[in-house]
């Protein structure tokens, strides 16, 4: 997840133009990737990047690093958490409406690698809640917004954290690994 420094994962408008993803942080990303084998979207995120990481594979201005990532999008399994969406209706993708807290622990006790949500703040906003984020990774960008949403929304309970790693990347952004742990 992007976020500014001072907590907000888009503008007020939505905007995420402020966002740094240059080659460097671009890289980290398809690395965090390999240990993924499940995306997870909110409907918002996940329309919008159903609507473009198919049309990447055909476009002959595509780079390298976004073929790559294109590809590992389109063959990944993805779930999407959405009240409002009849069917999902993109390659590997399942849909799931409600229970979310019941079919997530489910989810995490099936054979496989890592799940993780891609932007999403509204799913991350109620996975925070349910106590199902197991790590944060987090790269935050050089930039005050003052305005937008939060990613750390309505947080009912404290949640403690363990610092796993952290990277300085040469654009300014700070990239922070944590995971979470009980309260003792």
């Not at 390298?64 to 999902?88: C, G, P, Y």
């Not at 622990?105 to 509204?122: E, T």
């Amino acid at each position: 997840m992007h976020v500014s420094l001072d907590g907000f994962v888009c503008g007020p408008n939505e905007e995420m133009s402020w966002i740094v993803m240059d080659e460097e942080i671009f890289q980290d990303a398809m690395d965090a990737t390999d240990s993924v084998d499940t995306a997870l979207y909110g409907r918002v995120t996940y329309e919008m990047m159903k609507n473009y990481w198919p049309s990447v594979l055909t476009n002959s201005s595509s780079t390298q690093q976004e073929l790559h990532h294109a590809k590992w999008v389109e063959n990944i399994d993805k779930i999407v958490f959405s009240r409002t969406m009849d069917e999902a209706g993109w390659n590997n993708t399942w849909l799931i409406r409600k229970n979310i807290a019941e079919e997530v622990r489910q989810l995490k006790q099936q054979a496989g690698r890592n799940m993780m949500i891609f932007g999403s703040p509204r799913l991350t906003h109620s996975f925070m809640q349910l106590g199902l984020i197991d790590e944060y990774k987090l790269n935050v960008n050089p930039v005050i917004l003052g305005k937008g949403v939060r990613l750390f929304e309505n947080v009912l309970d404290r949640i403690d954290l363990r610092l796993l790693s952290e990277k300085k990347f040469k654009s300014g952004v700070i990239g922070l690994h944590y995971e979470t742990k009980p309260i003792s």
